[in-house]
């Protein structure tokens, strides 16, 4: 990564809550910056930046532009999830409002490989119209999208989810596996054999966290179900 060096320490908030943002403060801190991850407070134990964090909305796009404007920030970065459109958007719109400089470091998308059997989908809803009956599928999605799957009585679905859902999740043949991804595609692969996985349903992050699933799916010639953004 290109050194964040500037002439004059800055004042920066970093819009957070991805490993990419993590690397970010921890480079900007040690450029001398003074640096404040904003983290909307999903994760029940998020990994800490390296500076100062803040945790929860802002309000809206007006709620951030006050925020930047009031604690006197030089610069935001908008290092969030791709997927993560609304703060994007808001990040937007409090930059062109607060008249404070925005910059985008969204990660690229993943690439389909040769060997990769991509199915690629616009929306959850598609996703789930695209198992086969009697599928046995491994969800690597987070709670806010499950919904859509729910009513496929005819498929049992494996559901990866980093904390423990709040309510009860209404599938009708369903395993919890609790935690995050693995780096390591060995790792991965022997998960979706222990589990009998015949489909992997993922969005299209990008980026090298979430990637090692996408690896054993192809060594394992699964179909994959992919989620891609507009
Ligand atoms: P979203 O739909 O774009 O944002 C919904 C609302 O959550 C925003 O309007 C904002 O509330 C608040 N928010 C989101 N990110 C924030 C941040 N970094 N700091 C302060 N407030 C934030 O976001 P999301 O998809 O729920 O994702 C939330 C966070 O999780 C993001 O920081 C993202 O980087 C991280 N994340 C998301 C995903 C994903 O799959 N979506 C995956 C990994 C990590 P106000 O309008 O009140 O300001």
């Known amino acids: 990564m290109p050194s964040e060096k500037r002439d004059a320490p800055q004042k920066i908030l970093i819009l957070g809550g991805t490993a990419e943002a993590l690397a970010l403060a921890e480079q900007l801190v040690a450029d001398g910056h003074q640096v404040t991850t904003s983290l909307a407070g999903r994760t029940v134990d998020p990994v800490m930046p390296v500076g100062a964090v803040r945790i929860g909305g802002f309000g809206g796009a007006e709620g951030l532009a006050s925020y930047l404007r009031e604690e006197g920030f030089d610069r935001m970065i908008d290092a969030t999830h791709p997927f993560a459109r609304r703060i994007s958007e808001n990040a937007i719109k409090a930059s062109a409002m607060s008249g404070i400089p925005l910059e985008q470091r969204l990660r690229p998308r993943w690439q389909k490989q040769p060997s990769d059997r991509w199915k690629a989908v616009r929306t959850l809803t598609a996703a789930a119209d695209a198992l086969p009956v009697g599928a046995t599928v491994f969800l690597a999605l987070g709670r806010q999208y499950l919904d859509a799957f729910a009513g496929r009585n005819d498929c049992r679905f494996v559901i990866r989810m980093v904390d423990p859902p709040e309510t009860p999740l209404v599938f009708a043949n369903h395993m919890l596996v609790l935690g995050k991804p693995a780096s390591d595609p060995e790792r991965e692969?022997?998960?979706l054999t222990a589990h009998g996985i015949t489909h992997l349903v993922c969005r299209n992050s990008g980026g090298p966290a979430?990637?090692?699933?996408?690896?054993?799916?192809?060594?394992?010639?699964?179909p994959v179900i992919i989620i891609e953004r507009d």
């Open 210 to 222: 979430g990637y090692a699933k996408i690896i054993a799916a192809r060594r394992l010639a699964l």
């Open 189 to 191: 692969a022997d998960l």
